[in-house]
């Protein structure tokens, strides 16, 4: 798995301070994209919280995702969250260190009382000093949130004084693009009321106890209640890996709801699926890939977008159009941009693959967002697509009709089908998945070649002849 070193600087580690108007919570803020461009240690609010317990339970299940791994457990995982102002409120992003559960808390505008929030993506300290301190909010204590540099050190900074460096897996920042894909396709399909929420997410095993990974389950909709089914009958949501739910325990006793996001069930196959606690001006939500052992990476939902320069030169026009958006708009892109609504949600996924936008599934929006790491790591190092783009260099896809013939190096010939747009290939991955973690090398080769995303001017040989 190809790494790196992050390195994540701060002025000063963030601290939970006393102060005679009540606590003080400063959250220090690296390097991250404004609307003026990037800024060292941006500044995105300063103003207290309505529900200062609530705000510091959920903002401590995120950094649990961040330092966890619900699979291989004996690996550690030390990663910042991600905050995000978008104008009405911030959001707080996590991806587990095994790729696995991203997590994301929203505080909402009734979240917030006073102080205007701000524009921009950057990483977030969440040091261990920090989680002990806010631990022990009290529901009783005012508490006043800066997110960013006070005014004192805006006037003082004259360089870093706490540097992280923290290892990237390349698979961790592909994740965070294919997770908004996968949600782009959830709808809600329970909602459970806060008693119910409360009974059936305490009775969930939890990690690290014995027998406590059960691995897929599946649960459906009666009332008000969920019910566990042996199999995946109509209505049903997958429940993959129940223990990475965890982290949702530290706001039970505020939540008001609990909403269940996912697909359409086709088979018997695992899906992924989202789980949010709607809390008193905020929601907490945890997306969890198929299967513990199978991280958000590996899902193969954005290889289309990344194949086709139609997408590329689309994702640039709409990039310009975003705006730092809380709730993006696909009619409102459409009509300002010119492309049809089918091409903008293309461009939007592209821009996914980079980071520049998430998915709220309670909202069934996009948002922008800018993700302060090399996103374009994402295209670069996707062994599918730099595969694919191998092939179709090498001239080894043939296009007979609605038949690709794709020769390997070996001299192995695979027959891709096209059916109405839909790709199946003679490979052993599409034995495997058939198409249920996107296509293949060969299919995607092939895709390229019948769309003309071909970097370079390799010849592709057309029933025979060369084009």
């Not at 309505?50 to 339970?57: E, I, L, M, N």
């Not at 631990?135 to 050190?153: C, F, K, N, Q, T």
Request: overall charge neutral; aromatic content about 6%.
């Amino acid at each position: 798995m190809t790494r790196s070193l992050q390195a994540v600087a701060y002025t000063r580690s963030s601290t939970l301070e006393s102060a005679p108007d009540g606590r003080r919570l400063g959250l220090e803020t690296s390097r991250g994209t404004t609307p003026r461009g990037v800024e060292d240690h941006p500044r995105f609010f300063a103003g207290f919280l309505t529900s200062p317990q609530v705000a510091s339970a959920g903002l401590l299940a995120v950094a649990d995702v961040a330092g966890a791994r619900y699979y291989q457990q004996q690996l550690r995982s030390s990663l910042d969250p991600v905050v995000t102002g978008n104008g009405d409120r911030l959001r707080f992003e996590s991806f587990s260190g095994c790729g696995g559960v991203y997590a994301r808390l929203d505080v909402l505008s009734a979240g917030l009382d006073g102080g205007e929030v701000g524009h921009g993506t950057t990483n977030v300290d969440v040091n261990n000093p920090l989680r002990d301190a806010l631990s022990r909010i009290g529901s009783d204590d005012p508490l006043h949130m800066r997110v960013g540099p006070d005014e004192m050190a805006v006037t003082t900074l004259d360089g870093p004084v706490v540097e992280k460096k923290v290892p990237l897996p390349d698979r961790w920042l592909r994740g965070f693009a294919e997770a908004q894909v996968t949600a782009a396709g959830f709808d809600l399909r329970a909602e459970l009321p806060a008693a119910e929420a409360v009974r059936f997410l305490r009775s969930l095993p939890r990690s690290g106890a014995r027998g406590s990974s059960r691995g897929v389950q599946w649960v459906v909709p009666a009332g008000r209640v969920l019910r566990p089914t042996t199999r995946p009958v109509p209505g049903a949501v997958c429940l993959p890996g129940p223990e990475r739910l965890i982290a949702l325990q530290r706001v039970l006793r505020h939540a008001s709801a609990l909403r269940v996001y996912g697909p359409a069930l086709a088979g018997t196959a695992a899906a992924a699926s989202a789980w949010e606690v709607v809390l008193p001006g905020m929601r907490l939500t945890l997306t969890l890939s198929p299967e513990a052992s199978r991280g958000f990476s590996g899902e193969g939902g954005v290889l289309d977008a990344l194949a086709t320069d139609e997408a590329a030169e689309d994702a640039e026009l709409i990039s310009v159009l975003l705006a730092w958006e809380p709730r993006i708009d696909v009619g409102d892109l459409s009509a300002s941009s010119g492309l049809p609504a089918e091409r903008v949600r293309a461009a939007l996924v592209r821009l996914g693959t980079s980071g520049r936008v998430g998915y709220d599934t309670a909202e069934a929006a996009y948002f922008h967002r800018e993700l302060p790491y090399d996103a374009e790591r994402v295209e670069r190092h996707n062994p599918r697509l730099r595969a694919a783009r191998d092939l179709v260099g090498a001239g080894a896809v043939v296009l007979d009709g609605a038949l690709g013939t794709v020769t390997a190096r070996d001299g192995h010939a695979h027959r891709v089908r096209d059916d109405a747009g839909v790709l199946s290939c003679t490979c052993l991955w599409w034995a495997k998945y058939r198409g249920g973690r996107g296509p293949c090398k060969h299919a995607l080769a092939v895709r390229m070649v019948r769309r003309g995303a071909v970097s370079g001017q390799a010849e592709v040989l057309v029933d025979g002849g060369v084009r």
